[in-house]
T-cell receptor, first 114, second 113 residues
Framework: GEDVEQSLFLSVREGDSSVINCTYT??????LYWYKQEPGAGLQLLTY?????DMKQDQRLTVLLNKKDKHLSLRIADTQTGDSAIYFC??????????????FGKGTKLSVKP | NAGVTQTPKFQVLKTGQSMTLQCAQD?????MSWYRQDPGMGLRLIHY???????DQGEVPNGYNVSRSTTEDFPLRLLSAAPSQTSVYFC????????????FGQGTRLTVV
């Protein structure tokens, strides 16, 4: 079945770059997503990438996709204290029991120290 | 534009009680789904719907029922609450299609004692 793996914690200093990594297993995944969850809030879409792309940049965010290794990363440049949150990697696949739904990783808690 | 609205925000139940978590969206989205979020477990899909009158099970459906009588509403029913159902529940909706963003409600924090 589908599975999405992430490391659980990341700590960086303000102004540094943060890199959050994710691996997935479903080779039929067409879209991969990064969501952000601030404390006590719902999930907010940050960015997504189509599986035939290898990079997408959006302001401070850079998404890299290695489809061969099924590895996705999110780089946040010039990380700020306001970036402290849980970041979820998610895939949306064509097949399987949850067809069309998002399959989430466990989330990476990013802590930004001043 | 309200987006996805979940009620209540907090709820405490006794073991064996039943209740319904409400979810409503005003964006005319076809897809709606329920997830539960537990520490260290991420979000797991409970049930989902691809349109009015159509529902299906996700990864962890046991102990929960859903119905989709209208496009706007997708209630989640706990039939007989158990402490293992203590969690934060999120409802999400999206248009059909893989490029579309899923919008999430603010969540319902449920405690079963």
């Amino acid at each position: 079945g589908e599975d999405v793996e992430q490391s659980l914690f990341l700590s960086v200093r303000e102004g540094d770059s943060s890199v959050i990594n994710c691996t997935y297993t479903d080779s039929s995944s067409t879209y991969l997503y990064w969501y952000k969850q601030e404390p006590g809030a719902g999930l907010q879409l940050l960015t997504y990438i189509f599986s035939n792309m290898d990079m997408k940049q959006d302001q401070r965010l850079t998404v890299l996709l290695n489809k061969k290794d099924k590895h996705l990363s999110l780089r946040i440049a010039d990380t700020q204290t306001g970036d402290s949150a849980i970041y979820f990697c998610a895939e949306r696949s064509l097949y399987g029991g949850s067809q069309g739904n998002l399959i989430f990783g466990k989330g990476t808690k990013l802590s930004v120290k001043p | 534009n309200a987006g996805v609205t979940q009620t209540p925000k907090f709820q405490v139940l006794k073991t064996g009680q039943s209740m319904t978590l409400q979810c409503a969206q005003d964006m005319n989205h076809e897809y709606m789904s329920w997830y539960r979020q537990d520490p260290g477990m991420g979000l797991r899909l409970i049930h989902y719907s691809v349109g009015a009158g159509i529902t299906d099970q996700g990864e962890v459906p046991n102990g929960y029922n859903v119905s989709r009588s209208t496009t706007e509403d997708f209630p989640l029913r706990l039939l007989s609450a158990a402490p293992s159902q203590t969690s934060v529940y999120f409802c999400a909706s999206s248009r059909q299609g893989f490029t579309t963003e899923a919008f999430f409600g603010q969540g319902t924090r449920l405690t079963v004692v």
